[in-house]
């Protein structure tokens, strides 16, 4: 054991009470939708004893394959519920962890809270191993200039200085890894820092973003993917169909210009696409015609033959028998003269005019 190693284990923490270190696998790294699949916790003591524990947790929902390839954990090797179990075995301890304040106690609560477990936060300390790594091993230019090269950069925060400090990181660097293995989070063991730019290139951009600003990825698919908000990790093509206003309100929010560029072409492409789609469907649906010029088409069915002579009988009007007949004279009905005008006639015509006045 090397000495520097050996010094460090012997190290004895001064604890109040008992501090728990602790790690969690998930089916994701989203603290609201993912779930906690294992957990492992060392109880360390005041007086230098530990235990340790570990759980396999069944998280409520199928384990994504991708998952699974990362921490080696299946549907069939995980149980019940088991949030009260952990909850006890932790008790009053203070919490540890690496990263532990962004991601495994807010994921830790969240699966205690669906669980109805009572666990609290409000009187214990919570002490992040990486937030001690990131401050004391700061990544910033002056840091890694002092590491690689040896050097302190002279007139900091000039651009030509930290420019040519920039360059001479990148040949140290170079020299440095040119035969060092990596291994990704698949395994898959290379040497990604060699002398040639699209090697570095590749290794650079891991995380593969679609704009500058990395709120959306590509996918072990190649799909652009959200990388933030409530649709974190859903291809963004996926969030039109099923909520088309997210569309608007990123192109009207305060997201860098170039990631609403790059959103407006996923859109124009999938909103052809879809075009297309519905060309498509309308054509299918239309009778298709027998066009097939190596054969005639077939002859038009024939009109029913009308013979004219014999309709001609059939529809004559009938012709009377005295085709010479001429209308009678108008006749009275009475050819007797007219009576003279006497004194009767008129005395009745006058009573008669009497009356009706």
């Excluded at 990596?182 to 290379?190: A, P, V």
Aim: hydrophobic share 35%; glycine share 4%; net charge negative.
């Amino acid at each position: 054991m090397p000495p520097l190693l050996f010094s460090i284990l012997m190290i004895k923490l001064n604890l109040k009470r008992p501090l728990a270190f602790f790690d969690l696998e998930a089916t994701g790294t989203n603290v609201g939708s993912d779930r906690i699949v294992e957990i492992s916790v060392i109880k360390l003591f005041p007086d230098g004893t530990e235990e340790v524990k570990t759980w396999r947790i069944h998280p409520g929902v199928p384990i994504p394959l991708e998952s699974s390839l990362i921490h080696g954990i299946y549907d069939e090797d995980v149980k019940n519920e088991l949030a009260p179990a952990i909850a006890g075995f932790i008790g009053e301890s203070d919490l540890a962890g690496f990263n532990s304040n962004k991601f495994d106690i807010p994921m830790l609560m969240e699966e205690f809270l669906r669980a109805d477990v009572s666990f609290d936060l409000s009187n214990r300390h919570f002490v992040d191993v990486q937030n001690i790594f990131h401050q004391m091993e700061q990544r910033t230019l002056k840091a890694a200039y002092q590491f690689y090269c040896n050097k302190d950069i002279l007139n900091a925060h000039s651009a030509e200085a930290d420019t040519r400090a920039t360059m001479e990181v990148l040949i140290a660097q170079i020299a440095r890894y040119e035969k060092q293995e990596w291994e990704d989070k698949k395994g898959k063991r290379t040497i990604p820092v060699v002398n040639d730019i699209e090697a570095l290139h590749q290794f650079t951009n891991l995380n593969s973003p679609v704009d500058f600003a990395a709120r959306m990825v590509y996918n072990d698919q190649g799909e652009e993917v959200f990388n933030f908000g409530k649709h974190k990790g859903k291809p963004v093509e996926e969030v039109f169909r099923i909520e088309p206003s997210y569309y608007s309100w990123m192109m009207q929010g305060d997201f860098p210009l170039y990631t609403k560029r790059r959103l407006e072409e996923i859109y124009n492409r999938w909103n052809a696409k879809k075009t297309a789609e519905k060309i498509a469907r309308n054509t299918q649906s239309k009778p298709k015609e027998d066009v097939n010029p190596g054969h005639p088409a077939p002859p038009a069915p024939e009109k029913p033959q009308v013979n004219t002579a014999q309709a001609s009988k059939e529809y004559q009007r009938p012709v009377t028998s005295n085709t010479n007949h001429q209308r009678e004279p108008f006749k009275k009905r009475d050819d007797k003269p007219a009576l003279p005008v006497n004194e009767d006639m008129l005395k009745q015509l006058a009573d008669k005019f009497k009356k009706g006045l």
